[in-house]
């Protein structure tokens, strides 16, 4: 019965909130304010489940692998520069590892730049995954070659994300460069089909004036890049959430493809300041989103980072902090969304390293299934996939 009136209470804001966007009375975050202070223990909130991916002498992953994609079948995990692709079940059990890094036209230079821009995405519904880096491979899940998609993704730092069965959803980013003007696109998001790479259609979020995370400088005769980090853009489920940092209404996308507005912000993105103060959004659950306020500084690679927490059926709004009280990350135990994929409605996975999981054990703040999962790993094991899921 509560799951039940969760359904329907969200149901009934999207409709109010569906209301509110023809009017032009969107609930609003105001950046401007100081909002309060809160802590919640992430146990409190979240149900978490650990899966200890298998090791063998020709599956050995490092710290700088990326999980992609965790779903009630597959666990999906690429290295950036290396080259690797794992596919291992639900169990954390090796289904697949295969490599095709080269300069041949079914091979892959890499799976993502330096921009951390592109990655892999995979298909079940079509057994297929998506290699993105400068166009985009298709292969099977063992990993033979099926076709390419003639789409650039270096050339607009694009992002590439699975969207349906059908189509994929691109977002191409701009670079800046103080001393060049130039044209820009300002209708950046784009579905293109998943057969051959042809536009499907472009979303309408029209951006007159961009914003960037990356800016490219001359000096001389060099030209240097440089980039600020940070999630932007967000799945709930099969929908989608976007908060373009060059846009002040945050939309939800749904798998009919309608796009509606969900919130704004103020001041604009686009007044004056310095550094320029962009959002992005990190989590979002039947019950709240998390919304971060991001500086734009190039010189010191960006500045402080408030997360802020905004309650769907209340509204109130308030700055978060989550502490980890068993496998704490940072020092100060405080948990923190970072490139981890949104696996369904109210969860996201991320790649816990075994030493930290030890560490917990041995500090005495493990109990149950953890404390008989820490006695299992060895330090130099495979990660293991921590599913968060939020109550």
Same mark, same amino acid.
């Given at each position: ?33 100081? $909002? ?18 298998? +090791? ?15 779903? %009630? ?34 091979? $892959? ?25 400068? /166009? ?11 076709? +390419? ?14 969207? %349906?069965?059908?189509? #994929? ?19 950046? $998001? ?16 029209? #951006? ?43 939309? #939800? ?6 796009? +509606? ?7 604009? /993105? ?29 010189? @010191? ?7 802020? +927490? ?7 709004? @308030? ?41 917990? $054990? ?30």
């Amino acid at each position: 019965m509560k799951r039940v009136s969760t359904i329907l209470l969200i149901f009934f804001i999207m409709m109010e909130i569906s209301a509110q966007s023809k009017t032009g009375n969107l609930p609003v975050i105001d950046f401007s304010k100081t $909002y309060p202070e809160k802590e919640k223990n992430l146990q409190d909130v979240a149900d978490l489940e650990y899966i200890p991916l298998e +090791t063998t002498d020709d599956v050995l992953l490092s710290e700088q692998d990326v999980l992609s994609h965790v779903s %009630d079948k597959y666990i999906l995990v690429h290295s950036p520069v290396r080259g690797d692709i794992f596919v291992f079940n639900r169990a954390g059990k090796i289904v697949s590892h295969f490599n095709h890094r080269g300069q041949g036209s079914r091979e $892959y230079a890499a799976i993502r730049d330096e921009s951390g821009s592109n990655g892999t995405i995979l298909d079940e519904k079509n057994g297929e995954i998506f290699v993105c880096f400068r /166009t985009i491979q298709v292969y099977s899940l063992s990993g033979e070659y099926k076709r +390419t998609l003639p789409v650039n993704t270096i050339q607009y730092h694009s992002k590439v994300f699975n969207f %349906d069965d059908e189509a #994929l959803l691109v977002y191409d980013d701009i670079i800046v460069n103080p001393a060049v003007k130039s044209n820009h696109e300002t209708k950046p $998001y784009r579905l293109i089909s998943k057969k051959d790479g042809s536009l499907i259609s472009v979303l309408d979020i029209y #951006l007159p004036e961009r914003n960037s995370i990356f800016m490219s400088i001359e000096q001389g005769n060099n030209v240097r890049e440089t980039q600020i980090y940070f999630p932007s853009n967000m799945y709930y489920g099969q929908d989608f959430v976007i908060a373009d940092i060059s846009s002040d209404t945050l939309y #939800l996308l749904t798998r009919d493809r309608k796009l +509606t507005p969900l919130l704004i912000r103020k001041p604009s /993105t686009h007044a004056s300041s310095d550094p320029t103060i962009v959002w992005t959004t990190s989590l979002i659950t039947d019950k709240f989103i998390l919304i971060g306020k991001i500086p734009i500084n190039f010189n @010191s690679g960006g500045g402080k980072s408030p997360v802020f +927490t905004y309650e769907l059926e209340t509204g109130e709004i @308030s700055e978060m902090s989550f502490i980890d009280l068993q496998v704490p990350i940072r020092r100060n135990r405080t948990w923190a969304i970072g490139s981890s994929p949104a696996i369904a409605k109210n969860m996201i996975a991320e790649l816990i390293w075994p030493e930290r999981i030890i560490n917990a $054990y041995k500090a005495k703040r493990l109990k149950g299934d953890m404390e008989k999962l820490a006695k299992t790993l060895n330090e130099d094991d495979n990660p293991v996939v921590r599913i968060v899921k939020f109550k």
